[in-house]
């Protein structure tokens, strides 16, 4: 069994920032994948931003403002968010991707952590 403990979510006034961390723990033998994705009750839920071994990929709407980080050592995964607008309000959930000790493919998602932006 994997763990993700999310964090660091809040309130905070538009063009305000936060930090959103998701540490892994539990039966892990790699992670390739780590991402943050996002869903508010209009909308399906988004990839917001993925970090890889060698690559990061954004989504459009937080390019330039979001930066997606991450410590393998600790096995956990970071959203700095800056310059926050109304529309970033959501629950933001993080999603890891890799294997097992016994090689089985992993896909988990954690609770999610709401972030509220007030404009």
């Known amino acids: 069994q994997v763990q993700l403990v999310e964090s660091g979510g809040g309130l905070v006034q538009a063009g305000g920032s936060l930090r959103l961390s998701c540490a892994a723990s539990g039966s892990i033998r790699s992670i390739s994948a780590m991402g943050w994705h996002r869903q508010t009750p209009e909308k399906q839920r988004e990839m917001v931003a993925e970090?890889?071994?060698?690559?990061?990929t954004y989504a459009d709407s937080v390019k330039g403002r979001f930066t997606i980080s991450r410590d393998n050592a600790k096995n956990t995964v970071y959203l700095q968010m800056n310059s926050l607008k109304s529309e970033d309000t959501a629950n933001y959930y993080c999603n890891i991707k890799g294997y097992s000790p016994s090689l089985r493919f992993m896909d988990y998602w954690g609770k999610g952590t709401l972030v509220t932006v007030s404009s």
């Open positions: 970090i890889t071994s060698g690559s990061t």
